[in-house]
């Protein structure tokens, strides 16, 4: 079946690291992306992943893939009271070419100062 | 600016009425989407679009409708069959589907 699990809050000290863990279950699946959500706007893709890759980082961003556990991480470096936000990652269906994207249920991340 | 634009971002409505929630971008997109935003529960998809004059139904889609008459507009109309709308509805467009896609700010639509 098609499921994207989160774990639903996580909490840290501003310059601290962040790490918000994912699991899917498509094996198919042909990107995965992290999105932010801030109160009350839309979505902000942060980064994504091909699934033939290990490891991508963006500046502050890392997302680590393992794709024998289906299993994604995004972790923030230096994190700052302005990445407070929830975090979805997404997996991109493959299968049967409908290539839509399936959301877990975000993290809240809350940063303390 | 290319974007992908929503209106209205805020939304009541009268129990038993139905109600047009707009969606259009000027990304030059094919792929549209629609989802669903309750707390604790993510994006649920509504329906999506692959290209003109053609959708498929989500994951949800029952007491909603959509159209697709021309590629930089996908309008959701809420209808009166839709048990619970009382959410936040978030609209979506991608250059094909499966990959990024790109967010409107979203409409908080609240039945009254």
């Known amino acids: 079946g098609e499921d994207v699990e989160q774990s639903l809050f996580l909490s840290v000290r501003e310059g601290d690291s962040s790490v918000i863990n994912c699991t899917y279950t498509d094996s198919s699946s042909t990107y995965l992306y992290w999105y932010k959500q801030e109160p009350g706007a839309g979505l902000q893709l942060l980064t994504y992943?091909?699934?033939?890759?290990d490891m991508k980082q963006d500046q502050r961003l890392t997302v680590l893939l393992n794709k024998k556990d289906k299993h994604l991480s995004l972790r923030i470096a230096d994190t700052q009271t302005g990445d407070s936000a929830i975090y979805f990652c997404?997996?991109?269906?493959?299968?049967?070419?409908?290539?839509?994207?399936?959301f877990g249920q975000g993290t809240t991340l809350q940063v303390k100062p | 600016d290319g974007g992908i634009t929503q209106s209205p971002k805020y939304l009541f409505r009268k129990e038993g009425q139905n109600v047009t929630l707009s969606c259009e971008q000027n990304?030059?997109?094919?792929?549209m989407y629609w989802y669903r935003q309750d707390p604790g529960q993510g994006l649920r998809l509504i329906y999506y679009s692959q290209i003109v004059n053609d959708f498929q139904k989500g994951d949800i889609a029952e007491g909603y409708s959509v159209s697709r008459e021309k590629k930089e507009s996908f309008p959701l109309t809420v209808t009166s069959a839709q048990k619970n709308p009382t959410a936040f509805y978030l609209c979506?467009?991608?250059?094909?589907?499966?990959?990024?896609?790109?967010f409107g700010q979203g409409t908080r639509l609240t039945v009254v």
């Open positions: 979506a467009s991608s250059f094909r589907q499966g990959t990024e896609a790109f």
């Open positions: 990304l030059n997109h094919d792929a």
């Open positions: 997404a997996e991109s269906m493959a299968r049967g070419n409908t290539g839509k994207l399936i």
């Open positions: 992943i091909f699934s033939n890759m």
